[in-house]
């Protein structure tokens, strides 16, 4: 692999490849990198490289002309190459692009500055742009470098132990085993025993599980693309279960004050469709504790008769899960009432959140909710309003109104039951 960077500070260069995996890379033939300055390529005296913006604006932007040449200059005859700009606003680098980018003779790599680049050039020139995360770093001179050191590592022999690179986190999707060399104690903490029993099939089933545990406490976002075999699913399955969510959230199904289709207020009629499928969606999620709030008693009397079916009566031995599900559902006449059980059971008021389809103000987002409800100390009570809406009056208390689901098209109009499967996705799956 051919590594050509382009950058204003080639003196930065000096240093990061010298060492190690990388230098020995280079000595070996497999890698090599050529270092160009962009300014030996502005046609002044000056070598001026940079130009404040046309329409205005802080900063300064790269002129096309210099970079256009230097990454003219830099293109191998006859090479597969590709083009990249290191930016903030590029796509995020991972494991998958390393990858990827392997499969080219020629990387030449442009170190953006965070101020820009001419759009033309971006145009006329670049492949790809890429960040090596969401913060702005000064220069894409330290991009530039994870990128050739994370690709440079899956190029055959620069590891020294080919299998390396498959056993590192991210290979299969799971982060990687805990390791121990000796002495086999430390600080009177020993080495688990496993490893010190010479059989490689135990040990090698050992370290799936402990790769697989530490994904699930640490990346859990990673066992959605990780392939796993039956007896790991199930592990996790296990992990769940002894580990449940520390966060205390609680839904309410509101069947008044709601809007009607001419936006009156009206008090809807139970719906046992929603009853069934949000209590699941609830027990799928771990909220603790699903409020029906309805003011008419005839419809808490006929809702409690539906419960009773399936909690205790017939439906119990018909369908035991439903049991579950709808074990989390107590009755209230309103939501004081089911505001007051929150506050008596969590010793503190929770956090009150709505959701509405229409759009909005001042709207929360779903992963800053996300947040603050993983990391956060406090209880959080979620309304789900049913008919067309919960009543403005509600809405105002509210601490938090959620931003209207959007799908990917305009078509704007989910059931209360599908919006709450919803919105318990997005802020309470791992
Ligand atoms: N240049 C400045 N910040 C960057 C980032 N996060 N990734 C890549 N290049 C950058």
Not at 56 to 85: N, Q, T, Y
Not at 327 to 345: G, H, N, P, Q, Y
Request: aromatic letters at 10%.
């Amino acid at each position: 692999m051919r590594y050509d960077i382009l950058t204003i500070f080639p003196k930065f260069f000096e240093s990061p490849f010298s060492f190690g995996i990388l230098k020995k890379a280079q000595e070996k033939g497999l890698i090599q990198i050529n270092v160009h300055d962009i300014r030996d390529f502005a046609p002044d005296k000056h070598n001026t490289v940079d130009d404040s913006p046309y329409g205005g604006g802080s900063g300064m932007v790269f002129k096309p002309g210099p970079l256009g040449d230097a990454i003219e200059f830099a293109k191998a005859d006859g090479a597969r190459s590709l083009v990249i700009l290191t930016t903030p606003q590029g796509e995020r680098f991972s494991d998958k692009i390393a990858r990827e980018l392997t499969e080219y003779e020629q990387l030449i790599i442009i170190c953006g500055r965070y101020e820009g680049v001419d759009e033309r050039i971006r145009e006329i020139y670049v492949d790809r742009e890429i960040s090596i995360g969401d913060y702005v770093l000064s220069g894409g001179e330290y991009a530039a470098s994870v990128i050739i050191d994370a690709v440079s590592r899956l190029i055959p022999g620069v590891l020294g132990n080919e299998a390396s690179p498959y056993d590192d986190s991210f290979r299969g999707g799971l982060l990687e085993y805990p390791q121990y060399t000796r002495p086999e104690t430390y600080k009177r903490k020993a080495v688990p025993e496993i490893l010190l029993s010479g059989n490689h099939k135990e040990i090698e089933k050992w370290r799936r599980g402990e790769g697989v545990k530490r994904t699930f406490f640490r990346r859990p976002d990673l066992l959605d693309r990780a392939s796993l075999t039956v007896e790991e699913l199930k592990l996790i399955r296990r992990l769940r279960r002894e580990n449940p969510p520390s966060f205390r959230v609680y839904v309410a199904l509101v069947h008044y004050p709601v809007y009607n289709k001419d936006l009156r207020i009206v008090t809807t009629a139970f719906t046992n469709l929603d009853v069934h499928d949000i209590s699941r969606a609830c027990r799928t999620y771990g909220v603790r504790v699903f409020f029906l709030v309805h003011p008419v008693q005839e419809q808490r009397v006929l809702v409690e008769r539906v419960l009773r079916h399936w909690t205790e009566g017939p439906g119990v031995l018909y369908n035991p899960t439903r049991n579950e599900a709808l074990a989390l559902v107590r009755i209230k006449s309103s939501l004081s009432e089911a505001l007051e059980e929150i506050e008596k059971v969590e010793d503190s008021k929770p956090k009150v959140v709505v959701t509405d389809a229409r759009p909005g103000e001042n709207l929360t987002g779903y992963s800053e909710l996300k947040e603050r409800i993983i990391t956060g100390e406090e209880p959080y009570l979620i309304l789900f309003g049913t008919g067309w809406g919960i009543a403005k009056e509600v809405m105002e208390r509210a601490d938090y109104a959620l931003k209207p689901i959007e799908g990917n098209t305009d078509y704007n109009h989910l059931s209360v039951r599908s919006a709450a499967a919803v919105v318990l996705d997005r802020l309470l799956s791992n």
